[in-house]
């Protein structure tokens, strides 16, 4: 399911991008950057099952034991959940966001500046926005098998409470695909390691302060638009919405916003590299 | 789609800038198929920079361009699917084994699976490098690289193979054996395209050559042609103890047709240089070491530009 998913959600982006972009940037051949990635990671399996891992400890030590000291928390609707029900949705939406920007930063910088090995790829008939879309798609790829089995986690342990939450899989993989895709178009744009703090310095206090922990209710209304604006917070609205069943119009909002943000995103990226690399 | 007299790479007045540098200053080249033409000059002469628009990877700033009878500002990726590119410095993928390097390589140009596996084998084969196949290839010596990364270069069976200053940096042995390999490439009738600092080097592979500085073209001919047109048969070399070699140039110049004054040595051009040296031992002239060989395309470009290739 993820496989198609993503393949609808790539042809769909290099549609758009087709009629944005000269074609001698695209050649519909990212797919390959995904079998290299692959290849690649055939023998580090170990490395890639331990990423399962960090939203999973969150939940357990601050939603089972945190969320001994609180005995219930507002939902989407008003209605009280339990701490952990209210927290493991926004911990997924976290998790999303914290594999995307990381693969899409770290990894990407080193292979650009370093391993020089989109240099290489370009010398094929691959073109820069094939690179944008194929390591997006990987990114995306090890994501939603994070999120998938997060999800399984929170189904065990009784924190799922609606059918919506079908949909929790693919509304993870739209946001793991736009943090990713802006996260690259950022990297486009880093000079040295040293910028890579301003990453942890965006991506930090929206883990802290967007409603992943607490609900809206607690900032006051001045703090409540700022918070609201960040990814984050559309993200955990979004997937806390649907495992706890409460499922408005305005979740259309929420896809909408990482819709833009996607596009944007492998535009941009496309765009820099094009420039960066074809001198 | 080509015949045989279309010239694989035909360029006319070529220039690239980079903000206000200008990298190549208007440039007419063909090559032609089945040929080994060379690109020889100092570094910062303008190579690289022709190499890569050549190779479909830097857009021209102007004149214009085709390589296999297209334009690489509307089919790069057509053109690059028939090419094959050495670049200056290796880019193998760290994270993947010799074999797979050029399996994973295949496959950017959209050949099967299947076809890359047994292309792998043979390239690995024809690199000397079947008994590294799968080994990483961080670990392996300048020489083994640089054989992996014109391996790569072959995985699409290229048209025309685009080699960057291709011997830079390996020691003699591995030069001579990757020359070798150059050569088996040339005889199988692949077009080659070489950049290079040495002359040796283009001496020994190029059927014809440019000498470029500065962004443009010197001179260009066969190296034998060069030779004849530019320099004379044989040159005598001749170096002194510090300091005494300015005083020297006076006495020895009516002696040859033309002096060149190098900071060590002192060169000699003429078409006898055993003559020559008899005439500036009978003067009293006592240079520490003498030395006549034959001329060599380094003359050639000191003559043209005034300035040795590896400045």
């Known amino acids: 399911m993820t496989h198609t998913r993503e393949r609808a959600v790539s042809r769909r982006g290099s549609g758009l991008v087709l009629r944005i972009v000269p074609p001698g940037l695209y050649s519909g051949r990212g797919g390959v950057i995904v079998e290299r990635a692959l290849v690649v990671n055939r023998r580090a399996w170990l490395a890639i099952v331990s990423g399962f ?7 357990l030590s601050l939603g089972v034991g945190f969320g001994q000291l609180v005995s219930e928390v507002a939902g989407p609707g008003g209605q009280p959940l339990s701490y952990a029900t209210f927290v493991a949705p926004a911990l997924l939406a976290a998790s999303a966001m914290n594999g995307a920007v990381y693969d899409a930063t770290f990894n990407i910088f080193f292979k650009f500046k370093y391993a020089r090995l989109y240099d290489a790829m370009l010398a094929t008939p691959m073109g820069p ?3 944008a879309i194929g390591e997006i798609s990987w990114a995306l790829l090890r994501g939603g ?16 409470l609606s059918p919506w939450a079908l949909l929790a899989l693919p509304a993870a993989l739209l946001v793991a695909f736009a943090f990713a895709a802006v996260g690259m178009a950022a990297t486009t744009f880093m000079r040295s390691w040293q910028d890579f703090d301003l990453v942890q310095l965006a991506v930090l206090p929206m883990f802290l302060f967007s409603t992943t922990f607490f609900p809206l209710s607690v900032y006051p209304a001045g703090v409540r638009v700022v918070v609201q604006v960040t990814p984050l917070y559309q993200a955990v609205e979004l997937l806390r919405g ?13 896809v909408a916003y990482f819709a833009v943000m996607a596009a944007t995103g492998v535009v941009v990226a496309g765009r820099r590299l094009a420039g960066l690399l074809l001198k | 789609m080509t015949t045989v007299d279309l010239p694989l790479v035909r360029a006319s007045g070529l220039t690239k800038h980079f903000g206000d540098f200008e990298a190549v200053r208007g440039i007419d080249v063909e090559v032609r198929r089945g040929e080994a033409f060379g690109f020889l000059g100092p570094n910062g002469a303008g190579k690289s920079s022709t190499m890569r628009m050549v190779a479909c990877t830097s857009p021209r700033t102007g004149g214009d361009l085709r390589v296999l009878g297209m334009d690489p500002d509307v089919d790069g990726p057509r053109i690059r699917s028939r090419i094959g590119v050495v670049p200056q410095e290796d880019n193998l993928d760290t994270e ?10 295949g496959r950017y140009f959209g050949l099967s699976r299947a076809h890359v596996r047994s292309k792998a084998v043979e390239l690995l084969d024809f690199a000397q490098l079947a008994d590294r196949a799968d080994h990483e290839v961080e670990p392996l010596s300048g020489g083994m690289k640089r054989r992996l990364t014109i391996a790569r270069s072959l995985v699409n069976d290229p048209d025309l193979l685009l080699l960057d200053e291709p011997t830079t940096g390996l020691d003699p042995q591995a030069r001579h054996l990757l020359w070798d390999r150059l050569f088996r490439l040339k005889q199988s009738g ?45 040159v005598l070399e001749l170096r002194f103890a510090p300091g005494d070699q300015d005083a020297v140039v006076p006495v020895v110049t009516p002696l040859a047709d033309r002096v060149e004054v190098l900071p060590d ?3 000699l051009y003429t078409a006898d240089g055993d003559g020559v040296l008899d005439a500036v031992h009978a003067r009293g002239v006592r240079p520490l070491s003498s030395l006549v060989r034959r001329s060599s395309l380094e003359d050639v470009f000191l003559r043209l530009t005034g300035r040795t290739l590896v400045d």
Not at chain 1, 53 to 59: C, K, S, T, Y
Not at chain 1, 242 to 254: E, I, P, R, S
């Open chain 1, 53 to 59: 891992f960090e939203p999973v400890l969150f939940l």
């Open chain 1, 129 to 131: 926005l094939d690179i």
């Open chain 1, 145 to 160: 098998l994070y999120s998938a089995a997060f999800l399984l986690v929170m189904l065990g342990m009784g924190l799922i």
């Open chain 1, 242 to 254: 649907l495992t706890t069943g409460h499922v408005t119009w305005a979740a259309l909002g929420n």
């Open chain 2, 96 to 105: 993947l084994t010799a074999r797979q390097n050029l399996e994973v390589y």
């Open chain 2, 190 to 234: 692949v077009t080659l395209i070489i950049t290079t600092h040495y002359m040796d080097e283009a001496e020994q592979l190029c059927d014809r050559l440019v000498v470029m500085d500065g962004g443009r073209i010197a001179a260009e001919g066969s190296p034998q042609d060069l030779i004849a047109r530019h320099s004379t048969r044989e």
């Open chain 2, 265 to 267: 040595r002192l060169l």
